[in-house]
């Protein structure tokens, strides 16, 4: 079951027309919901650090729901980020528990729009100011979507805005960002990316057992690797076994790119992939690290539960 996480980092919420709007409207049509407001939380910015990354490892999604300011997010929520997302966490040799999570950022802008660009008095794009947060994700291993803002959003009554025309506004915000959310958890292009990064991660361990592979293979597969051309399921095991004879457990198939398109039955995937590994002495790379550029073609199709099948995999060097 998918679980969105959504970090409020107002520092006073019950003073937010818009950012508590789009929360309430969060909590009444999104299922399996954990909104953290952090000003009720940590009223004295002292984080509970732990009780923040258990609610992030249980997360599929992600959101930041924040108010600019001084272009950036505010104090509250940058102390969050610094406490929570911790060396061996989110980031350094040990640091994957965010890897694959989906990061929405949502953010209510009190300036027009127009004072967002080269000639406006902020000369720089709402993208732009949020850039560190961007690399935060990459960093992290997150799965960066496309922010979610809107201008106007601030009332002050008899002098800026009015109520109901921020309250519309927030309304919007709020369906663009379920609408986000649903993306992120129940598209095929992310259930595909989800896949590809899962079937990759399982290969760089070289299980004995191979059943994971082939569970997820046609019976009729055609297989187009350097070494050949093989059918099936059968044709898989051979060269899976060939496969282990050359190459040590523990490699890197790394992503780089990946095109997804639709065909008559499925998807075509083209991908580019950056593989390093070890490999043994007594094989015909005769103990060299492999550190190659592969491009491969897969055409795959989804059932109605979303599980995903192979049916051709070609390889070229």
């Known amino acids: 079951m998918s679980n969105v996480v959504v970090i409020s980092g107002h520092p006073e919420l019950e003073k937010s027309y818009a950012n508590s709007f789009i929360l309430n409207q969060l ?13 009720e939380l940590y009223p004295d910015y002292n984080i509970g650090v732990e009780s923040e990354q258990q609610a992030l490892l249980k997360a599929d999604v992600i959101v930041l729901q924040f108010p600019l300011y001084w272009y950036s997010v505010p104090g ?9 997302l911790t060396f061996n966490f989110a980031f350094g040799p040990e640091g994957n528990k965010l ?6 950022l949502s953010i209510t802008v009190g300036g027009p729009e127009d004072s967002y660009e080269p000639l406006g008095y902020n000369h720089f794009t709402i ?25 106007g959003m601030v009332y002050i009554e008899g002098v800026y805005n009015k109520l109901e025309d921020v309250q519309a506004k927030a309304a919007e915000h709020s369906q663009r960002l379920i609408d986000a959310i649903n993306y992120s958890l129940h598209s095929d292009e992310v259930k595909i990316k989800r896949f590809v990064e899962q079937w990759f991660n399982q290969f760089d361990l070289l299980p004995e057992d191979s059943s994971y592979f082939t569970k997820r ?46 065909i008559e039955e ?6 580019r992939i950056k593989l390093v590994a070890e ?8 103990g060299q690290l492999l550190d190659l550029q592969v491009d491969e073609t897969w055409q795959i199709t989804l059932n109605e539960y979303g599980d995903i099948t192979i049916h051709d995999y070609v390889v070229n060097l």
């Not at 890897?99 to 929405?104: A, M, Q, R, S, V």
């Not at 187009?224 to 890197?252: C, L, Q």
């Not at 499925?266 to 991908?271: E, S, T, V």
């Not at 490999?279 to 005769?286: E, G, L, M, V, Y």
């Open 27 to 39: 909590d009444q049509k999104l299922d399996n919901l954990n909104i953290r407001r952090l000003d």
């Open 76 to 84: 509250l929520l940058k102390k969050w980020l610094d406490d929570v």
């Open 99 to 104: 890897k694959g999570k989906h990061l929405i």
């Open 127 to 151: 993208e732009q100011f949020v850039y560190p947060l961007q690399q935060t994700a990459y960093l992290a291993g997150m799965d960066y979507q496309k922010p979610i803002y809107t201008h």
């Open 217 to 262: 293979l046609s019976s009729d597969l055609h297989l187009v690797m350097p070494e050949g051309e093989f059918t099936g399921h059968d044709g898989f095991r051979d060269w899976y076994a060939t496969a282990r004879s050359a190459i040590k457990p523990n490699g890197d198939h790394q992503v780089q790119q990946l095109t997804i398109s639709a």
């Open 266 to 271: 499925g998807y075509q995937l083209d991908l």
């Open 279 to 286: 490999t043994f002495a007594d094989s015909h790379f005769k």
